[in-house]
């Protein structure tokens, strides 16, 4: 998931083999060159290995490194004497400590030490921020229609975590509020249409013992304000039997007494990633027919998520846009705590590295968010009496609102 950089160093070049035993006499976090550090919640950092050989000829060996945030391994090189192996990166990527196990392909040997992350002060934290620039497009394949086409256009907004310095969509009619985001709706006869975003976009990560504080009674007070994301959306029904069911499986039927929101989340949290499995390009944001199919894409699991933080009061909402490079949709998820505002998850990036559900990766700490873009937050929309049940890109419809061809849609963030 991470690029890998290197460093070895004080070894010898190919050469004889040799037959003595190769061992490690130390590991330990360091920098890219080697110099010892204690990294911080998201940032990368590397693994050192200090060698031994007691052979007066070079012996090969290679390492494999195994941990939480990605398994690594080192081409084969030979060792002479004493020498040392810089790789990664590597990132704490949760509130926790991480074990690193190091072994020696060639004889087996293995050590492991642990990283403590340098925990942020605040609550949740934005950090390393990253200037891009983004377009949004979509194209209509039915030309004979585009007379009576409306489009519909996402509008990204500023937020906690994202500062847009410029949004321009060719064409733009006056914005219309839906649910108090941004929607460009116009009418036109192009079969197609651009959004072009410049933007500052950061990384995040929180501490779960301050997120851990907050009571659900704390919450609670707050439920008025944040009734829009504590409520049901076509493709989220909070209420729904087989979602109440699976919360109470995930959280028990006294959990409001028991744990805090935080807690509660991140059970719900491990819970989705336990009963989904990752399959590219399913589309199935809708909750129930991804549980009913116990797998899904990245609208999945964040909609199984989000409906289950609602249903058990916890305020949450899919976060929809797309990530660095072309083409990269991609749909995460958020909650809300008081004192907190609202915590990036992302369940998927977790499958992908714990697809068991016994570890919360990304959850709260997203090293990555500063190469994103949202382009809208939940999934209903609507303008006037017209709804869509999800708009993460251009979307089209004839005047009478029903589509009458196919819409193909495209990203690009750098």
Not at 151 to 165: E, G, L, M, N
Not at 383 to 392: F, N
């Amino acid at each position: 998931m991470f690029g890998k950089g290197w460093l070895i160093t004080g070894l010898a070049s190919l050469a004889t083999l040799g037959s003595a035993t190769v061992s490690v006499t130390r590991t330990y976090a360091s920098d890219a060159n080697g110099n010892p550090f204690q990294p911080q919640l998201g940032v990368d950092f590397y693994t050192t290995v200090d060698l031994a050989s007691d052979s007066t000829a070079s012996d090969p060996v290679s390492i494999s490194f195994t941990a939480l945030s990605g398994n690594r391994a080192t081409h084969v090189f030979d060792i002479l004497g004493t020498g040392r192996a810089v790789w990664g990166p590597f990132r704490l990527l949760m509130d926790a400590p991480m074990t690193i196990t190091v072994k020696l392909n060639e004889t087996g040997a293995t050590s492991s030490f642990t990283v403590s992350p340098v925990e942020p002060l605040s609550i949740v934290e934005a950090f390393s921020p990253q200037d891009h620039t983004a377009t949004y497009s979509a194209s209509w394949d039915n030309s004979t229609a585009a007379s009576n086409l409306r489009w519909w256009i996402p509008v990204a907004s500023t937020t906690a975590f994202q500062q847009i310095a410029d949004f321009n969509a060719p064409g733009l009619k006056t914005p219309a509020a839906s649910g108090g985001q941004v929607v460009s709706v116009f009418a036109t006869s192009l079969t197609e249409v651009d959004a072009n975003v410049k933007f500052s976009a950061s990384a995040v990560r929180s501490n779960f013992n301050l997120l851990n504080a907050v009571s659900f009674r704390t919450l609670d007070l707050s439920a008025k304000a944040m009734k829009p994301w504590l409520s049901s959306e076509t493709l989220m029904p909070t209420t729904n039997r087989e979602i109440t069911n699976f919360v109470s499986l995930a959280l028990g039927k006294n959990y409001r007494a028991t744990m805090t929101p935080a807690t509660a989340a991140r059970k719900l949290y491990l819970a989705t990633i336990a009963r989904l499995a990752y399959v590219p390009k399913a589309y199935v944001p809708d909750a129930i027919q991804a549980l009913h199919r116990g797998n899904g894409d990245c609208g999945s699991f964040s909609s199984v998520f989000v409906t289950a933080c609602r249903n058990a009061g916890i305020p949450a909402r899919p976060a929809c846009g797309f990530v660095l490079g072309d083409d990269q949709w991609h749909i995460w998820a958020e909650f809300w705590l008081p004192g907190a505002g609202w915590v990036p998850v992302d369940p998927t990036y977790a499958d992908g590295l714990r697809p068991t559900g016994d570890t919360a990766l990304y959850f709260g700490v997203i090293p990555d968010l500063n190469q994103r873009l949202v382009t809208s937050y939940g999934f209903d929309r609507m303008v006037g009496k017209d709804k869509i049940a999800e708009l993460q890109s251009p979307a089209a419809f004839l005047t009478n609102f029903k589509a009458g061809g196919k819409v193909t849609d495209h990203c690009s963030l750098h």
